[in-house]
Structures are given as structure tokens and as C-alpha cells.
């Protein structure tokens, strides 16, 4: 019986080899030394339509998510993210939270919720947690400042919700600000650990 770990990396960010995607290369290139099977996800290749608000994802109730209206490449994206068992979303701070691509997916991942028109407020259709997740995120500001100053770790925060994943650990980069993403020692080691724990997780 194959018991190894399936771990999906989402890069949110707009940059190939930017800091997030080697963070996250680096993350998954650890879960897959200890075993685990990975793939990675750029949400920049995939063509997701932004959410139109019609909540016709929301309005039947039922734990399996909402059927989307709009025909892009969201439900393959979402099936090979419920094929996995932890996740590792990446989004870069831009202008004091995560950046329009992981936004605009976030907001799409809105068919996890039930809301019919008229109601208050959604309630998730599946609340159990089944995956886990380490969460990546980077910013010209220090990482200190920008963990507490911008909205950024809360936005990925739910986005793992949606997503059913409990956030597992926490990689923020600071003074992300050159073009060439090197890490520094303290990143590689902290990517390396948090791989180490996706793939047993
Ligand atoms: C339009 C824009 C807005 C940005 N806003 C912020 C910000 O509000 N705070 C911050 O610390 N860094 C900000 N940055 C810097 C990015 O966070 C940084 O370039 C990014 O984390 C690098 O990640 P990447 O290499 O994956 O692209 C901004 C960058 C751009 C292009």
C-alpha cells in the first residue's frame, strides 16, 4: 500500500523564481526527500475568471463545494488541491495584504461556503480540517513588521479554511527586495523543516 504524503504547492505570486516560488520549490523539494509526492500550482498559468458575486455556488445546501458558473481552469485547480493531503500557499504582501492573484482566487474559493441570498453570513459546508498547511508569504518590509502591520497572514489564513488545510507553520521572508530571490540561511532551514513536516503530517 502506498502511504506516502501528497503535498500541493500554490504560487501566488506573480514572479517565477521570486522569493515565494523558491520558498515554496524549497518546501516541496523537502517533502519529497522525505518521501512525499509534490506538485506545484502556479495560479498564474491557470485561467481563473474573477467571482461575479451571483453566489449561484452558495445557494444549494450539501458538504461537497458549490458547481461555479463560470467555465475556466477553477475546478481542475480545486481537484487536484482536494487530491492532496497538505498544502503550501504562497502570496507576496502587495500594498498591505496578498497580492490580486491570490485574491481573486481566494474569492473564488467562495463555493465552500453555503449562503443563500437573504441570509447574514455563510457557514462553511464541510468544517472538518483534513489537510494541513504551512503558509509562505514575503514583503519588502521586515518580516516582524509586516506579519503584524498588513492583513496578509489573515487572508492565507482563510484561504486554508476554504480550503479545509489547519496552517501548520508559518514561513515570512523579509526585505524581500531584490530582483534575485536568494534566501537566507535561517529561510532554507525553516523551508526545510516545514517540509520535513508536511510529509509526515
Ligand atoms: C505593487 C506592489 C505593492 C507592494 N506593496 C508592498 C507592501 O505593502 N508592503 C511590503 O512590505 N512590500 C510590498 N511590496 C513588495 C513585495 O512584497 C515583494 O516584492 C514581494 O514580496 C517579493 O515576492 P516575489 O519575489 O515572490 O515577487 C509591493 C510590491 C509591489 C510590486
Not at 520549490?25 to 498559468?45: F, N, P, R
Not at 497538505?86 to 474569492?107: D, K, M, Q, W, Y
Request: net charge positive.
Amino acid at each position: 500500500m502506498d502511504t506516502s504524503k501528497k503535498v500541493v504547492g500554490i504560487v501566488g505570486s506573480y514572479r517565477k523564481n521570486g522569493f515565494i516560488d523558491t520558498a515554496i520549490a524549497q518546501i516541496l523539494a523537502s517533502a519529497e526527500h522525505q518521501g512525499a509526492e509534490t506538485q506545484k500550482i502556479y495560479l498564474q498559468d491557470q485561467h481563473i475568471e474573477f467571482c461575479t458575486n451571483c453566489r449561484a455556488c452558495m445557494q444549494e445546501p450539501g458538504t461537497q463545494r458549490g458547481k461555479c458558473v463560470l467555465e475556466d481552469d477553477m475546478d481542475g485547480v480545486l481537484q487536484t488541491i482536494e487530491s492532496a493531503d497538505s498544502l503550501v500557499i504562497g502570496a507576496p504582501v502587495n500594498c498591505g495584504n496578498v497580492n490580486a492573484l491570490t485574491r481573486r482566487f481566494l474569492e473564488r474559493c467562495a463555493c465552500y461556503g453555503y449562503w443563500p441570498w437573504d441570509t447574514p453570513a455563510p457557514k462553511m459546508r464541510n468544517p472538518t480540517i483534513r489537510k494541513k498547511a504551512v503558509l509562505v508569504l514575503s514583503s519588502a518590509a521586515p518580516a516582524l513588521m509586516a506579519r503584524w502591520l498588513t492583513g496578509a497572514l489573515g487572508a492565507l489564513k482563510n484561504l486554508a479554511k476554504m480550503l479545509g488545510a489547519k496552517p501548520i507553520g508559518v514561513l515570512w521572508i523579509g526585505l524581500a527586495n531584490s530582483q534575485e530571490a536568494e534566501l537566507s540561511d535561517k529561510d532554507k532551514k525553516q523551508a526545510q523543516q516545514l517540509g520535513q513536516k508536511l510529509a509526515v503530517a
